[in-house]
């Protein structure tokens, strides 16, 4: 009779699980039905991140499954690089296989079903949580579930979807630290949270501390003391549940150490506020756009109807005054960790967010919601008018102090800093007043005595949902949202021209130039950063936060341009550079597929001159000319300096604060001509040769060549450029470079042309000179590549900074290099002693019970 009504109350749970699940897909349903947003209409959700990494990084999944050829370190992302950190971050999630259902021109369609299946099981898991926290399975708590499925943090960072896995196994693991004296408890906690950190290590780091915050809570609520034993199964099942996680967490911290994230910088621990006031303005709806999506404070937002039922958690008398101070302490930590600088960069493994901050904001809103069902739950109607009175109103004036807070910010003397940040926020007074009016009614639908409770109830669903669709749909108001159906048109022509590259294993680069996208992105720059995931070949741009530093720095020293620590281009190849990375195609998107006439192979056989080589930063002409006399020593100059003549400037301003400036070169040889700038003060994206604009993209930093063209020699340039000042005369330096005498270097080498297999490359090469006892090969430097020259182990160290040189016998020499990831060995033996571990102490603990 008991497993009976055991089951009848899980069915009932399940029905009001799957029924919150279904309302909120009825509101986003509703939400990209409105903005016409694939499958419901002919636009996309691809936007920023989105339309840069994930949707690339999908497509790349894809690729490895059904194409079967998994590498764990793939040259198909950047130069090459360790894919377990990218992989880890990004596509660890169980609902990405969905994308294999599809062609790769639908996967936006199925990244909109992915979004909308999440925010499903988020709710779901909510409505599980409180009805088990509470002990109160009501019907009305799908409500609480919908409002944490479409909460603050899910709006602001909807374009990270990696991150939403983590918030469905939140309430999960908060049900295992709740039920950690039951038999099942520990199991679901270390289940759960194991899950968690294995979906995303990112948020399972933040959620792992919560965890500890949530422990303490629940412990002092109950009146346990943390001396127990139940504290020793916390602490025991949460070390056994990283230990557990280390098969992709060890590899992927050993990974990150190798990513500019690895060095903190002071004035990220610096004692300063991260926000201000403006706070209380995102209670209501309409505190997020796009405008604002990389800097806002701490989105909270639960809907302003359960914010007024957590206001009345505080004030209702039925509720124990010690649960409601341990509640206020813990939202008073949360807060505090997030405004004090040293504390929030603490919370973002001790890096301050590159956009997207306060990342644990999602924590503070299942907080809030939990207390929320408890106050409705504890009858809100039963406390005095006044009570109610002053929630309604206190929370209209908190609105109204946040309005006037953020109009006073932007136009006022700057606070703390703030002042760029307030400019960014959307401050409306047309939504401020829906805000206001929706207060009322939710005070009134919250607060109201009737006969007929049930039809107040759903009034509180209906202003819920109608909140949440509205604060979803004012954020994707200005975003500018892809285009599917240029999206497919894209995908098939762009697909077509790498067709028609040599489908071998050989392993060689191909730069993919032009504007690629042009359908999808009609209104927005799309710099194809990761194009190469999307048509599965081996290129040179990256863009993604687990980026080898090293890498990068050797490609900026090299002139290609870096944007930040997370972006690498092919802005700024050279010749010289991509005979030196093994590009062997040129693929335009205009102009079709192009040989490269320098291209040898992956590598060549150097001297120890060569090897010996340090790259310096902000020194790139210094950098190729030493490479190249370190090939071929030349009395005669590769590169050759061009005198400015005919200088001039002009008192006119430009739009972006600069003044027009002019001078002539006489070219000396036939070939390209570079231009090299260290100046942040030149705009190169303005320059203008003999009339004619480059239409460079706008770059933040000048540190790359910039490529004026081909020109014949004794052929004058006028050249135009945009600067502060008239040192821009003494700053930029012209070059051309002589091909005769570079293409008589590239013909004396012998190349080194290899074939790829998995995670294996082999090739041949023949020493011919005494003096090249090393093989220089363009394939980034990591410890886990290992080496075998004619059958023999050799010692792979790195050269031009952090690509390659193996040592060579004379003779033939042929190749084997294997890469096994770093970690990776021993995080599979440590999480398989981690399983065991628990397992064993899971049954001790059942024997001693």
């Known amino acids: 009779m008991e497993r009976r009504n055991t089951m009848a109350r899980l069915q009932k749970l399940s029905s009001k699980m799957i029924l919150a699940g279904l309302l909120t897909i009825v509101c986003l349903t509703v939400i990209f039905g409105y903005y016409r947003i694939t499958p419901f209409g002919s ?17 790349y999944f894809r690729h490895i499954f059904l194409g079967g050829h998994f590498e764990t370190f793939s040259f198909t992302f950047g130069v090459g690089e360790n894919m377990v950190p990218m992989m880890a971050y990004y596509l660890m999630s169980p609902f990405n296989l969905l994308v294999l259902l599809v062609s790769t021109s639908h996967i936006p369609t199925i990244i909109t079903l992915i979004f909308m299946l999440k925010m499903a099981c988020i709710s779901a898991t909510m409505t599980y949580f409180l009805a088990k926290h509470t002990g109160q399975s009501r019907w009305s708590a799908v409500i609480f579930g919908v409002a944490f499925s479409l909460c603050g943090f899910i709006v602001a960072d909807y374009l990270n979807i990696m991150w939403l896995d983590s918030l469905i196994y939140l309430p999960l693991i908060a049900d295992g630290i709740d039920r950690l004296d039951e038999k099942s408890g520990k199991i679901r906690l270390f289940v759960w949270l194991t899950l968690s950190l294995l979906s995303n290590y990112y948020l399972g780091y933040i959620t792992g501390i919560f965890t500890l915050i949530y422990f303490i809570y629940v412990r002092y609520v109950r009146h346990e003391s943390l001396r127990s034993r139940m504290s020793v199964d916390f602490v025991v099942t949460e070390g056994l549940s990283v230990f557990s996680s280390m ?10 150490l190798k990513t500019a994230k690895v060095a903190s910088v002071a004035a990220e621990f610096a004692l300063r506020p991260m926000f201000g006031w403006e706070i209380v303005s995102q209670l209501g709806s309409g505190s997020e756009n796009y405008t604002n999506r990389l800097s806002h404070a701490p989105a909270i937002f639960i809907t302003l109807t359960l914010t007024l039922l957590v206001f009345s958690y505080f004030v209702n008398k039925t509720i124990d005054s010690r649960k409601k101070k341990a509640a206020l302490t813990v939202f008073i930590i949360m807060l505090l960790s997030m405004f004090i600088q040293p504390l929030n960069t603490a919370w973002h493994m001790f890096h301050q967010p590159a956009g997207s901050p306060f990342r644990d904001a999602f924590l503070v809103s299942f907080l809030a919601i939990t207390l929320a069902y408890e106050a409705w739950i504890a009858n809100p109607r039963m406390l005095s008018k006044t009570k109610q009175a002053g929630i309604v109103v206190g929370t209209q004036l908190l609105l109204i102090s946040g309005f006037l807070y953020l109009r006073l910010a932007k136009n006022g003397p700057s606070a703390f800093g703030l002042a760029r940040h307030y400019g960014y926020q959307p401050n409306s007074a047309a939504v401020l007043l829906v805000n206001l009016v929706v207060v009322a009614i939710a005070g009134s639908l919250i607060f109201v005595r009737a006969k007929r409770q049930n039809m107040l109830t759903l009034g509180v669903l209906a202003t819920v949902m109608g909140e949440s669709i509205f604060n979803f749909g004012y954020e994707l108001r200005h975003a500018p949202l892809g285009n599917q159906a240029g999206y497919k048109t894209d995908i098939a022509q762009e697909s077509k021209l790498f067709t028609q590259l040599p489908s071998s294993q050989a392993l060689y680069r191909t730069n993919f130039t032009g504007r690629s996208l042009p359908n999808s992105f009609k209104g927005t720059a799309y710099s194809g950063y990761n194009d190469s995931l999307l048509y599965n070949f081996n290129g040179i741009k990256q863009y993604d936060s687990t980026m080898n530093e090293q890498t990068r720095e050797s490609l900026k020293s090299l002139g290609l341009y870096s944007k930040n620590a997370r972006r690498i281009s092919n802005l700024g190849l050279t010749s010289v550079s991509a005979f030196l990375l093994g590009v062997r195609y040129e693929v335009n998107t205009q102009t079709g597929v192009t040989k490269n006439p320098n291209y040898i192979g992956m590598g060549f056989p150097v001297s120890s001159r060569f090897k010996q080589l340090t790259l310096h930063k902000k020194a790139i002409l210094t950098n190729l000319r030493t490479i190249l006399q370190a090939i071929k020593p030349s009395q005669k100059a590769y590169f050759l300096g061009l005198k400015k003549s005919q200088k001039s400037a002009s008192p006119v301003i430009t739009k972006t604060g600069r003044h027009p400036y002019a001078f002539q070169v006489k070219t000396k040889v036939s070939g390209p001509v570079y231009l090299d700038s260290k100046s942040t003060m030149i705009n190169n994206s303005s320059i203008i040769v003999n009339g004619k604009p480059l239409n460079i993209m706008g770059t933040v930093n000048n540190t790359y060549l910039v490529n004026l063209g081909n020109y014949a020699a004794n052929r004058k340039l006028t050249i135009r450029i945009s600067a502060k000042n008239a040192s821009v005369f003494s700053k930029v330096h012209v070059v051309d470079l002589d091909m005769n005498r570079f293409h008589s270097l590239v013909t004396a080498q012998t190349g080194f042309k290899p074939q790829i297999k998995r995670n294996s490359i082999t090739g041949t090469v023949t020493r011919t000179n005494s003096k090249d006892k090393y093989l220089y090969a363009s394939i980034p430097y990591d410890s886990g590549w290992h080496a075998t020259v004619n059958g023999r182990r050799v010692k792979v160290s790195p050269a031009l900074n952090n690509f390659m040189t193996i040592p060579l016998r004379t003779g033939k020499n ?23 571990s628990f397992g064993a102490f899971a049954i001790y603990r059942r024997r001693r019970n």
Not at 247 to 256: C, R
Not at 818 to 828: C, I, N, S
């Open 43 to 59: 636009n996309n959700l691809l936007v920023g991140d989105m339309s840069a990494q994930y949707v690339q990084f999908l497509t």
């Open 247 to 256: 098969a992709i967490l060890l590899p992927t911290l050993m990974g990150m």
């Open 814 to 836: 042929r190749i084997n290099l294997t890469y096994h990831v770093p970690g990776l060995a021993t995080g599979w033996v440590l999480s398989a002693l981690g399983v065991l």
